[in-house]
């Protein structure tokens, strides 16, 4: 089984609603995305995936969507005066966690064809979450 990994970085803002914690305020992240692609077999340029084409379609995807945005659940009071000031919102449909948001990366880079196995998103240096196939054969990845 061959693996490659692309990191992707990207700044966002986010708060928590129903949350008792800080993460209720609001807060950003300096974030680190790391989209792991795997495969049996190697393709003509002997490679999983080209980190380029990764780089093309996913990260460009990030620094639309997500990249210097506050990440809000759609029901948030901040979105429509953040909205109103002409600031970036991404309106998430539950709350923007580091999880949320990693399977958010993980079904874009899958619907782009993508053989993704993981998206694990870095919130603080210390600080992970991962949505994937964890511990389940790569076979059972989703096909191009
Ligand atoms: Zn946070």
């Not at 914690?21 to 049996?40: L, S």
């Not at 084409?53 to 506050?70: A, N, Q, T, Y």
């Not at 998103?121 to 600080?127: A, G, I, L, N, R």
Request: charged share 25%; net charge negative; with cysteine.
């Amino acid at each position: 089984m061959y693996s490659v990994t692309k990191r992707i970085d990207f700044c966002y803002g986010h708060r928590l609603l129903d949350y008792d914690g800080v993460c209720k305020h609001p807060h950003g992240h300096n974030a680190v995305a790391e989209i792991e692609v795997r495969t049996g077999s190697l393709d003509a340029s002997q490679m999983v995936c080209d980190f380029s084409e990764i780089k093309h379609v996913i990260k460009s995807w990030v620094d639309r969507e997500l990249d210097h945005k506050m990440i809000l659940r759609h029901d948030d009071p901040l979105v429509q005066p953040l909205l109103g000031l002409g600031e970036p919102v991404y309106l998430s449909d539950a709350n923007p966690t580091a999880e949320y948001i990693a399977r958010l990366i993980f079904d874009y880079a899958t619907g782009q064809g993508f053989r993704v196995v993981r998206v694990t998103v870095w919130e603080t240096p210390t600080s992970f979450a991962t949505y994937g196939l964890i511990n389940r054969d790569a076979d059972a990845a989703p096909s191009g």
